[in-house]
């Protein structure tokens, strides 16, 4: 979560983008061939069981939980995705195209999330959760009278926030208007768990630096930042997931997977994440799930200080699933409501009785809130640490994950040493991310 300052002028940065663009495409074609079988896809996943799936699926699948996919759309019909997509849910307004994915994005993304593995196709963190999809305008994918027919990413993501969807995956990015801003906080007003991708082209992307919106970097193999993540954080990103080496659909044909590398990758994770937790504690508001999410990740630096390139570190939900006392705090505090420039719900409820107060005055009963959500905070900044690594700390972060002898938590105890690397940059970074 980040600095509320508009993006329309954004530093001058991509000030002339017209609907979204694809947050992550970066180096299909890395591993898996093209016209590999899809068995092969699975072998491809490393971080399935170092998160311990098994374990958590012990606990939930995801059940009860509906993600809003905003992308390229999704396809239904892949193995992994027969009964997986609620394309009747989609409203008919921003219908067009939601389960005719024209380029594999949109789809992979979906698999990730809650994809069934059927016919060894990807396996998704939370396959007893649900996803909605919505297709939306991409630059520099479409033109001409296929985009106009798509819908505009803001239209999308408030159909999104007034359905019953509890989080909204938003693998992408140039979001930079003024109306993509409210749309955003409309959202989140709404109670959704918002989360986006940082980029991969050397600056961070929008949706990912508005307020409420938990940015996603990637992380390797061995649970280092990846290097694209870090050129495009600059101190945006609140959470790291895998996003190196993940098998994608390689094309719109959906013949075959390629392997791939990206932050979108690492965002459906993250929602997939989220999706566990929230299935598992379906009371929960959405400051819980986030406060879970943050407290719970895997990181070698104190909690008050998140990193510059890995945030509050990277996604453990395992820790809250095995323990049945876990508390996720208040439920109407917004675990990042001082860099959010405060809490969304409150606003909102504060905004909701304005409007009751003034319709009341009008002899009007009506007490929605406005369709053009309240503009951005001043809110500083995100600080850090400087640290690169997505590592936990040492022996508690393997206790914390059960196994001692688990090849993922032993390793992030031994990178936990590169945190200390660019400590002493800490200050300079957090002056420059203040304002």
């Not at 983008?17 to 299909?28: E, N, P, Q, R, S």
């Not at 059940?63 to 409203?91: C, H, R, Y």
């Amino acid at each position: 979560m980040k600095s509320g300052t508009y993006l329309g002028t954004w530093c001058g940065r991509r000030v002339q983008a017209v609907g979204a663009v694809v947050g992550a495409l970066a180096a299909v074609g890395l591993g898996l061939a093209p016209n590999a079988s899809a068995a092969d896809a699975q072998s491809q996943q490393w971080y399935l069981g170092p998160m311990q799936t098994e374990q958590m699926w012990k606990v939930t699948r995801g059940e009860g939980v509906k993600i809003a996919v905003l992308d390229t759309g999704v396809n239904p019909d892949t193995p992994s995705l027969k009964g997986q997509v609620l394309a009747d849910e989609v409203p008919e307004s921003v219908a067009y195209g939601a389960t005719d994915d024209y380029h594999g994005h949109g789809t992979t993304m979906a698999e990730l999330i809650v994809g069934t593995g059927a016919d060894g196709g990807i396996q998704g963190l939370a396959p007893g959760a649900k996803v909605v999809p919505y297709r939306v305008q991409m630059m520099g994918l479409h033109s001409g009278e296929e985009f106009d027919k798509e819908t505009p990413a803001e239209e999308a993501l408030r159909a999104a926030a007034d359905s019953d969807a509890k989080i909204i995956n938003m693998s992408l990015g140039g979001m930079t208007s003024k109306a993509d801003q409210d749309a955003v906080e409309y959202a989140a007003s709404k109670g959704k768990l918002l989360v986006a991708s940082v980029g991969n082209e050397g600056a961070p992307d929008a949706p990912a630096m508005y307020p409420y919106v938990l940015g996603v970097g990637a992380a390797d193999a061995n649970y280092e930042v990846s290097e694209f993540s870090k050129e495009s954080s600059d101190g945006y990103t609140d959470l790291v997931a895998p996003g190196e080496g993940i098998p994608t659909w390689c094309d719109e044909t959906f013949r075959s997977y390629c392997q791939s590398q990206g932050t979108s990758q690492a965002t459906a994770l993250v929602s997939a994440a989220a999706a566990l937790i929230w299935s598992a504690h379906p009371d929960w508001t959405v400051n819980q799930v986030t406060r879970a999410l943050l407290d719970t990740a895997s990181r070698g630096w104190p909690k008050d200080e998140p990193s510059m390139y890995a945030g509050y570190g990277f996604i453990r939900p395992r820790v809250v699933l095995a323990d049945p006392n876990y508390d996720p705090g208040p439920p109407d505090v917004d675990p990042l409501a001082k860099i959010n420039g405060g809490d969304v719900l409150a606003k909102a409820g504060a905004r909701d009785a304005s409007n009751t107060d003034n319709a009341d005055n009008a002899g009007n009963s009506s007490s929605e809130p406005s369709a053009s959500a309240s503009g951005a905070s001043q809110a500083p900044g995100k600080g850090s640490t400087g640290g690169t690594s997505a590592a936990g700390s040492n022996a508690e972060t393997a206790a914390a994950d059960g196994d001692s002898g688990n090849t993922l938590w032993i390793a992030l105890g031994a990178a936990a040493a590169v945190i200390v690397i660019g400590g002493a940059a800490a200050a300079v970074l957090r002056a420059r991310r203040a304002r």
